[in-house]
């Protein structure tokens, strides 16, 4: 886990039907790869509220040596099919 970073909203409401929740990878560097996801208020529920809004940075490392290992082209083809536009956050400073 190399970064992680959040913005909530509402809260979740307690019982009922299970939230609703999607995700995508963002952003793909050489050893690391953003994983965006977003959970919102249960299917058919209006109107959708967006409970939270979150991306994690993986970074692959060698389980021998636990350095960072690049991300080959064959897996980048893999993953293809679920890239999208990165979370956008509001900074800080």
Known sequence: LGRREWRTG??????G???????GMGRR????LGVCY????????????LFTRAA???????????RPQRITDELRQVWQPYVEEPV?????G
């Open 17 to 23: 039907p299970p939230i609703a929740w999607g995700w």
């Open 38 to 49: 977003e959970l919102y208020s249960p299917a058919g529920v209006e109107p959708r509220a």
């Open 10 to 15: 509402p809260p979740f409401p307690s019982g």
């Open 29 to 32: 560097g050489g050893a690391g």
């Open 56 to 66: 994690t940075t993986l970074v692959m490392v060698t389980a021998a040596t636990g």
């Open 88 to 92: 956008a956050f509001t900074k800080r």
